[in-house]
């Protein structure tokens, strides 16, 4: 699957997960990118091995690009990284809704149909992992008797607009199962080849908060 964007010198094709940075000007892997960052499952009493892949299902006509995190109504929502805290915003699909973004303003995590925002919560502020944001519910389009934590991440575009990105999978970064950045290391030759880590993944029970 491929994305297009368009460039001064035409319409190029970028792999879905791959954006352009606006300080370099270069093409940079979003998924590597959320791969580095250390996520907290953002749900209490959520355990790694307990979350689902729903990033590819069908929802209605479109995918979507999210999981949703099942739990009881009023369970703490966390937040999985450090960052910032760019809109609290209410919309008819999502609810209650938190937009942050990550300390490098690289990655947007959205959190949605929440029950309550926590106390104190405020546009602007400085978020650190695992810091209170609200709570499990049902708000938005979501079942009555379904609540859970719709989760989201994408890539932002060079314009840092809180509403439009990349969408990336979060499911392999919240569990662990993501495959590492490639690391460099010397050649027989001298020179520097890279690599990514072969070994399986294994899933994370230390990534929970509280």
């Given at each position: 699957m491929v994305r297009r964007m368009t460039l001064a010198a035409g319409v190029v094709a970028v792999p879905?997960?791959?954006?352009?940075?606006?300080?370099?000007g270069m093409i940079v892997d979003g998924d590597a990118l959320l791969a580095l960052r250390n996520l907290a499952i953002p749900v209490e009493g959520?355990?790694?091995?307990?979350?689902?892949?729903?990033?590819?299902?069908?929802?209605?006509?479109?995918?979507?690009?999210?999981?949703?995190?099942?739990?009881?109504k009023g369970a703490k929502v966390f937040a999985v990284d450090d960052g910032s805290l760019v809109k609290l915003?209410?919309?008819v699909p999502g609810g209650l809704t938190v937009y942050q973004f990550d300390p490098q303003g690289r990655l947007a995590y959205y959190y949605a149909h929440l029950d309550g925002y926590a106390h104190g919560l405020r546009e602007g502020m400085t978020l650190h992992r695992c810091e209170l944001l609200?709570?499990?519910?049902?708000?938005?389009?979501?079942p009555p008797e379904s609540p859970h934590l719709h989760f989201a991440v994408f890539r932002l575009n060079p314009e840092h607009q809180?509403?439009?990105g990349t969408p990336l999978n979060p499911y392999p970064a919240l569990t662990g199962s993501a495959l590492k950045a490639?690391?460099?290391?010397?050649?027989?030759?001298?020179?520097?080849?890279?690599?990514?880590?072969?070994?399986a993944p294994v899933l994370q029970s230390s990534k929970a908060c509280g």
């Open positions: 879905l997960g791959w954006a352009q940075t606006a300080d370099a959520v355990t790694a091995a307990a979350l689902r892949d729903t990033f590819s299902d069908s929802r209605q006509g479109h995918w979507h690009e999210a999981i949703d995190i099942a739990a009881p915003f209410t919309s609200g709570y499990v519910g049902t708000s938005g389009n979501a809180w509403w439009k490639p690391t460099s290391k010397a050649s027989a030759s001298g020179g520097v080849t890279s690599s990514r880590s072969a070994q």
